[in-house]
């Protein structure tokens, strides 16, 4: 069963930095670019970054250009997203998801909450 | 970056009837088009891809139509459980875009 979990979610002073881990399994990994996609409180998706399957190729989002970074660890089956000087517009669910394929976004994690405030 | 216009923007319907959801691209994005179904507190689903392939295990009454700027998302009988936000999201090119959403609530 295909799985993505994600983690490392949680409450950080604006300025602070966060890392979120995508614990991926049931498909091969190291074949699959991904994704993150984040959802404000009450408001929309929005995709953030992609990174390919070897990294070779990588996306940010302008909102995000610059402060987030985006890696992938293959032997370990993991997708990871750093984010340094977090704002109060950062706030969101952030999700990873599986892109490449056929169907690109057939897999989402259930998402982790990123809370940014004094 | 290309915008996803969607419409509209929240809908009421009744059991059984027909819905029909757009997006719009603000370029020619060729068939790069997903639908999405998110429920609230849960993650997003994909529906449909390529504009018009049904993702494995959805239900038949959804389809998807159109190709170039225009397409459209429709659920030929609404069901009790078709109640959620649908999305379109382009992915032809990044950054992707993702229409704003379209709230399909009862009537």
């Known amino acids: 069963e295909v799985q993505v979990v994600e983690s490392g979610g949680g409450l950080v002073q604006p300025g602070g930095s966060l890392r979120l881990s995508c614990a991926a399994s049931?498909?091969?990994?190291?074949?699959?670019?991904m994704n993150w996609v984040r959802q404000a409180p009450g408001k929309g998706l929005e995709w953030i970054s992609y990174?390919?399957?070897?990294?070779?190729?990588?996306y940010y989002a302008d909102s995000v250009k610059g402060r987030f970074t985006i890696s992938r660890d293959n032997a370990k089956n993991s997708l990871s997203l750093q984010m340094n000087s977090l704002r109060d517009e950062d706030t969101a669910v952030y999700y990873c998801?599986?892109?490449?394929?056929?169907?690109?976004?057939?897999?989402w994690g259930q998402g982790t909450l990123v809370t940014v405030s004094s | 970056a290309i915008q996803m216009t969607q419409s509209p923007s929240s809908l009421s319907a009744s059991v059984g009837d027909r819905v029909n959801i757009t997006c719009r691209a603000s370029?020619?994005?060729?068939?790069?088009l997903g639908w999405l179904q998110q429920k609230p507190g849960k993650a997003p689903k994909l529906l449909i891809y390529?504009?018009?392939s049904l993702q494995s295990g959805v239900p038949s009454r959804f389809s998807g139509s159109g190709s170039g700027t225009d397409f459209t998302l429709t659920i030929s009988s609404l069901q009790p459980e078709d109640f959620a936000t649908y999305y379109c999201?382009?992915?032809?090119?990044?950054?992707?875009?993702f229409g704003g959403g379209t709230k399909v609530e009862i009537k």
């Open positions: 990174i390919s399957s070897s990294s070779s190729t990588i």
């Open positions: 049931g498909f091969t990994f190291s074949i699959y670019s």
């Open positions: 390529a504009a018009s």
């Open positions: 998801a599986r892109g490449g394929g056929p169907s690109p976004f057939d897999y």
């Open positions: 999201l382009q992915d032809y090119t990044y950054p992707l875009t």
């Open positions: 370029q020619a994005i060729r068939n790069d």
